[in-house]
């Protein structure tokens, strides 16, 4: 909801749109499952490739780096498209560089910090692949996606997200002639947060006002607008899933105003809240968390289905519904408590627009679209899977109380019990350096065919 970059703190670590040749690229497979049916399930090979953000970028057949710290190399970066032509980006070592790793099959395990030769990396971003230069392109309606998640090791303060970003095909290959790199090497990331902290956009180095000084990430003057599903923002103390829409029906970069920053946040492209549902922040405390009714101190399946209003693939986005399991139990979402708001446990447009006026937030999602445009950026979505801090507001949004200076008891200010200093970035790597979330088990289908109670 407030995703700002997860931060590298290499001492050398840069981008590029042409492709290295130092590392091998080899992605780590994580199979999935398409289902039509309980028990009717086909496995599909695919795999995960690392966001282009985090990599290694080079002078082009050279050792030299086009980034250093957070500052673009002004010889081999005079301007955006200069630089996409001298700079490379590299393969990834999975595991020695960023600590991705998977553990069995169909599982991918994401370390918070990393220790490696080049001092350490922080958080992790990745995309699934139908193939080594494809992104798999889901079209999520009237279908549900499931997967099982262990965010024990994974406290206050932190975010293990599983969640749709309309991204090109291609990481933009075919449409930007100064990208040679494309989805190979996770390219063309885009988020509802119009991110100013991509190094590349459209095929160009964005170090025009590039500036910043936390970690050695930075912002520059433009960012990258397109819609998002988050299916899954969550800890082991806090969770919440939030369709969040744009004015735009594809990828698109923007400057200035449309970018959304600061006090521009609600003329921007996109709407950088959402329609969150977050249990504890709608009246029940006690559904989720270690020991509660979903039992974070062990692993669950999460299900999240998509409901169109005539029942088809093509109709229009009606409601997204949650379902639990765990110990093969099917656990249904929990339900509103929240004065004004109608109980229900499900996201629909009615309850969004009884949520914003409830907790007197800024119907920004209804604006743009609401469920309507959410469901026509359904059809062709990438999936992502990361594990971040929060740079901007101490991932406070998510499981604490915000904002920070307004008064608990009011409706809708208390998302979950942790403490406000809890995800402060220093504090948190270097509290919980080896905090991990493992992901697994991924199935994608018709309703109700991928999951069944014992
Ligand atoms: C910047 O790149 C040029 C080559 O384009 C190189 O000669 C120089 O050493 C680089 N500077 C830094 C600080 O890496
Ligand atoms: C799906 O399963 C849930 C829980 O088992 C059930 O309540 C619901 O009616 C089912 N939905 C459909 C469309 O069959």
């Given at each position: ?189 885009c988020?509802?947060?119009c ?6 956009i459209n095929?160009e ?17 433009y960012g990258i607008c ?25 990828q698109t970069r923007c400057e200035?105003?449309d970018c ?195």
């Open positions: 909801m407030y995703r700002s970059a997860a931060f590298l703190t290499f001492a050398s670590l840069v981008l590029g749109q042409q492709v290295g040749t130092y590392t091998a690229e080899r992605h780590p497979s994580m199979p999935i499952q398409v289902c039509t049916a309980p028990g009717q399930c086909t496995r599909e090979s695919t795999e995960v490739v690392l966001d282009a953000n985090w990599r290694w970028t080079h002078i082009t057949n050279g050792y030299t780096n086009c980034y250093t710290g957070n500052e673009w190399n002004a010889t081999a970066c005079p301007d955006g498209a200069t630089c996409a032509k001298n700079c490379a980006v590299d393969g990834a070592d999975y595991s020695g560089t960023y600590g991705i790793t998977t553990p069995s099959s169909g599982a991918l395990r994401l370390q918070f910090v990393k220790k490696n030769d080049n001092g350490q990396n922080v958080g992790s971003r990745v995309y699934l692949m139908a193939s080594s230069d494809k992104y798999k392109l889901f079209n999520l309606l009237n279908k549900e996606f499931t997967f099982d998640v262990d965010v024990s090791k994974l406290p206050c303060g932190l975010n293990g997200a599983v969640y749709f970003s309309e991204m090109l095909e291609d990481g933009g290959l075919k449409s930007f002639s100064g990208n040679k790199a494309g989805a190979k090497y996770g390219t063309g990331y988020d509802s947060q991110p100013q902290d991509i190094k590349f095929g180095a964005n170090v025009e006002g590039w500036g910043g000084a936390d970690g050695n990430s930075g912002t520059g003057k397109c819609a998002e599903m988050d299916i899954w923002e969550a800890n082991s103390d806090a969770t919440a899933y939030t369709p969040h829409v744009c004015s735009v029906n594809e200035g105003v959304g920053a600061g006090s521009d946040r609600y003329n921007s492209i996109c709407d950088k809240d959402g329609c969150d549902f977050n249990s504890y922040r709608l009246g029940n405390r006690e559904f989720y968390g270690p020991g509660k009714t979903v039992d974070t101190t062990r692993p669950f399946t999460i299900v999240t289905q998509f409901v169109t209003d005539d029942g088809t693939d093509s109709g229009n986005l009606k409601s997204i519904h949650r379902y639990y399991v765990q110990d093969g139990n099917v656990i249904p979402n929990s339900v509103t408590e929240v004065a004004g708001v109608d109980q229900t446990n499900f996201i629909s447009e009615g309850f969004c627009e009884q949520q914003k006026s409830a907790f007197g937030d800024n119907n920004y999602f209804g604006q743009l679209g609401g469920m309507r445009a959410m469901g026509e950026s359904l059809k062709k979505m990438v999936l992502v899977l990361s594990i971040w801090d929060d740079h901007a507001v101490n991932m406070n949004w998510l499981d604490s109380i915000f904002p920070n200076d307004a008064d608990p008891e009011q409706p809708g200010v208390a998302r979950g019990r942790c403490d406000p200093a809890d995800g402060v970035p220093a504090t948190i790597e270097a509290a919980h350096p080896d905090a991990y979330v493992i992901y697994s088990n991924i199935k994608f289908g018709a309703i109700n065919s991928t999951f069944t109670a014992n």
